[in-house]
């Protein structure tokens, strides 16, 4: 079936380095995809977005690419910090008013 | 200005008993959510609103289910006869416009059915 889902469960990285956090999506008509960041008791909360026509955006400290051909997502999060830890989820927007989100990567941020 | 407010934060009921979750969206927000999020998975669509229509109810897993937005504003979640598998953290959450619009969430009800 389709389904929005991450390569990696955890991610550990030392703080200051960059990372990178993968989704795949498997809906070729999915045309927009949000990142979330979840913290322990926490609703998610927005980082960024980008739309099918774009292949990347960036923002503060954070960039997202959009790979449509091989249906793929990417955030990466640069000089990342201890506040960087939590649950990154990928969210897929298939019928307008729907989205689906992946079961989340969960980053560890080493001091 | 204020976020997506949802109470009660907790709520710890017996099998069997009647619950409702209550969820404030963001002043003017004509969309509004409801997602249930189980340990270690994303939030999973439930039922939508725009406006005070349920627009799309079709991720509600079953009859025991129910949400109502009577004025457009303030939605509330009932689920009947709760089942222990109803344990869950119950996420809403909002946005200006239906469709592909940024959805702001609240902070979550954790519903714990004994």
């Known amino acids: 079936g389709e389904s929005v889902g991450l390569h990696l469960p955890t991610l550990s990285v030392q703080e200051g380095d960059n990372s990178i956090i993968n989704c795949a999506y498997s809906?070729?008509?999915?045309?927009?995809f949000i990142w979330y960041k979840q913290e322990s008791g926490k609703g998610p909360q927005f980082i960024i977005d980008?739309?099918?026509?774009?292949d990347k955006r960036q923002g503060q400290r954070v960039t997202v690419l959009l790979n449509k051909t091989v249906k793929h997502l990417s955030l990466q999060i640069a000089a990342t910090q201890p506040g960087d830890s939590a649950v990154y989820f990928c969210?897929?927007?298939?019928?307008?008013?729907?989205?689906?989100f992946g079961s989340g990567t969960k980053l560890n941020v080493k001091p | 200005g204020a976020g997506v407010s949802q109470t009660p934060s907790n709520k710890v009921t017996e099998k069997g008993k009647y619950v409702e979750l209550r969820c404030d969206p963001i002043?003017?927000?004509?969309?509004l959510y409801w997602y249930r999020q189980s340990l270690g998975q994303g939030p999973e669509f439930l039922i939508y609103?725009?406006?005070?229509?349920?627009?799309?109810d079709s991720g509600l897993p079953n009859d025991r289910f129910f949400a109502v937005r009577p004025e457009g504003s303030v939605s509330t979640l009932k689920i009947q006869r709760t089942e222990r598998g109803d344990s869950a953290v119950y996420l809403c959450?909002?946005?200006?416009?239906?469709?592909?619009?940024?959805?702001?969430f609240g902070p979550g009800t954790r519903l714990t059915v004994l």
């Open positions: 809906n070729s008509a999915s045309d927009y």
């Open positions: 959450a909002s946005s200006p416009l239906a469709g592909t619009d940024t959805q702001y």
């Open positions: 980008i739309r099918s026509n774009m």
């Open positions: 002043s003017g927000h004509t969309a």
């Open positions: 609103f725009q406006g005070t229509g349920a627009a799309d």
């Open positions: 969210a897929e927007n298939r019928n307008f008013n729907k989205f689906y």
